[in-house]
């Protein structure tokens, strides 16, 4: 009793979390008196209060530590039978950008404490690995990578759980190919909105396993996974070339994502308004003609620079070479500004990782990040590319921007993502960093304003576009996104979770009282 006194007394000291106008003591001592392996905790709250995006800081009223998926069951099944109202958000890595992981005034599930590195790994036909919902996409490849193994499909950034991306898509240069991470799971443990734990896959509680992939966090709490393996490369050759043309380039992305063999991961990203870009690359990539390469001037006009890798081992490097510049050789990019580089395939994946050391060195990693991703159908792309980044995107300084194609038949159309309804939609990801100016000011207004303007014109060209990573302030705009489907994606949230419990930072479902 006196420990729950402390945290309200220490609650209503202005600056701390307000408790004070919300939780009855009742609530505070019942979740104390929980019997649990983890531990509860009502202080230390102002890491679960934000996230990467750093626009929303909204306080929960308690953490949870479990120790094992019953503590989470556990504490669902004691607020389900409570009168408390509480929500619950579990929290990956915190990696959302608009709040998507926290849970104001409402307990907050610290899914990382739950990972107990017992990342158990199935060779044979089909290789699998068993993992925790809180375990980091970069443990899961340090570990399976032993085994000569890998995930096949990414994100371009592995310090994430696999409960916060498979609860979204997992999209990266691979998806082409192998879909999205959520196509890649053979099956899943959930807790449910009801304090249920339920094993499911494609055959088995089929229902349950389809809603939770892309689900936004709406169903159940992965606490496990299992993710789907094939054969690790050591090396990959990356490669990147400029074009000035966006048909061209868009032309060249679409014919290499219609050949399996020819390339293992196609991206690309927009470059506005940049000078001496091929200076840039020149610390970690080699031009294919020195001299040709250092001719060439960007001038900042737009370009477009492909990206792609392919996958090899030691022995298998100049049959590998062979055949990339035989496709190199289909492609319409300015000859001057081919690039490439040998890296381990680690590296490769890991890339994202190198620049957020040199980011947080700087202090700025952790600013504002309005970021916005959009899914774009291949019939809209050239519409949206010529007014996007010739005449509302004025440069990219703030950060990338990311444009590559997918094919719709290798991605699963049974889960709760939505996507455009073509073969082939684009993925163009805004990536900005509202950096803080010496003024105080920052761009965080511009850049917000920025996105409006990309996406009401969307909106006005009636572009059928669907935001990935979607957060939408009204049930209406929701119904829209989802679309015919929205009626079976209410279903199954009142099914799973019928006082509607979970991440409420989705702001999808209002909390049942
Ligand atoms: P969190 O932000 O902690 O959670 C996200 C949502 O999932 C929340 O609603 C949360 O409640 C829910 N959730 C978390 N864990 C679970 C669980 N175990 N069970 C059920 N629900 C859960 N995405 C891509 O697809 N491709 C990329 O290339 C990519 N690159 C990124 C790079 C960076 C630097 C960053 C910051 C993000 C990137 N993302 C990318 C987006 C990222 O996939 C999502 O933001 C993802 O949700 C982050 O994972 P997390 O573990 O931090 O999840």
């Known amino acids: ?102 849970a104001h005034q409402g307990v907050v599930i610290n899914m990382e404490s739950l990972r107990s590195h017992d990342i158990k790994i199935y060779k044979g036909k089909q290789p699998y690995v068993d993992v925790s919902g809180g375990e980091l996409w970069i443990n899961i490849l340090r570990e399976t990578l032993k085994y000569g193994l890998s995930p096949k499909s990414w994100t371009d950034y592995l310090h994430l759980t696999v409960g916060g991306t498979l609860s979204n898509a997992g999209i990266s240069g691979q998806a082409f190919k192998h879909g999205p991470q959520i196509n890649n799971v053979y099956q899943l443990e959930i807790v449910t909105g009801k304090g249920e734990v339920v094993t499911c896959s494609e055959k088995r509680n089929s229902e349950l396993f389809q809603s939770v992939l892309g689900g936004l966090g709406q169903f159940g709490i992965i606490t496990r996974a299992r993710i789907s393996l094939g054969p690790a490369p050591l090396m990959v050759k990356w490669i990147r070339a400029l074009y000035s043309d966006f048909s061209a380039f868009s032309r060249d992305q679409e014919h290499l994502i219609s050949k399996e063999n020819a390339f293992d ?162 993925l163009v990801a805004f990536l900005p960093s509202a950096i803080p100016k010496p003024s105080g000011a920052n761009d965080l207004e511009y850049l917000l304003r920025q996105n409006q303007r990309v996406l009401s014109f969307c909106a006005e060209a009636n572009l059928d576009v669907k935001q990935y990573l979607p957060l939408y302030e009204t049930q209406k705009e929701w119904r829209s996104h989802f679309g015919n489907r929205w009626e079976t994606f209410a279903k199954r949230k009142y099914k799973y979770d019928p006082l509607a419990i979970l991440a409420p930072g989705q702001r999808v479902f209002q909390r049942v009282s």
């Open 1 to 102: 009793f006196l420990r729950i006194f402390m945290i309200l007394v220490l609650s209503c000291i202005p600056g701390r979390t307000n408790l004070c106008s919300n939780p009855s003591l009742n609530t505070l001592s019942s979740l104390d008196s929980l019997d649990l392996e983890g531990y509860i905790t009502f202080h230390d709250v102002h890491n679960a209060s934000k996230d990467f995006g750093n626009r929303y800081h909204l306080p929960p009223l308690a953490i949870l530590h479990p120790k094992s998926v019953s503590d989470i069951s556990t504490v669902m099944r004691h607020i389900v039978r409570s009168t408390s109202n509480l929500t619950v958000a579990a929290r990956g890595h915190g990696h959302s950008l608009q709040g998507q992981a926290l």
């Open 265 to 426: 991961y196609v991206e690309g990203f927009v470059i506005i308004n940049r000078t001496d870009i091929l200076n840039n690359w020149r610390s970690s990539f080699t031009p294919n003609d020195s001299t040709e390469a250092n001719q060439f001037k960007s001038d900042g006009k737009t370009l477009y620079c492909l990206e792609v890798v392919k996958y090899f081992n030691s022995k298998e490097a100049n049959s590998m070479n062979q055949e990339t510049e035989k496709v190199l050789s289909e492609l319409s990019y300015i000859p001057s500004t081919l690039f490439s580089s040998e890296v381990p395939y680690i590296e490769f994946l890991d890339r994202v990782h190198i620049a957020e050391i040199k980011l947080r060195a700087k202090g700025l990693w952790e600013v504002p990040h309005p970021w916005l991703n959009l899914l774009i159908p291949k019939s809209s792309i050239s519409d949206f590319a010529t007014k996007v980044f010739n005449s509302i995107v004025t440069s990219n300084h703030n950060g990338p921007i990311l444009i590559y194609p997918v094919n719709q038949s290798k991605w699963n159309k049974h889960t709760s993502l939505i996507t455009p309804n073509e073969d082939i939609f684009y």
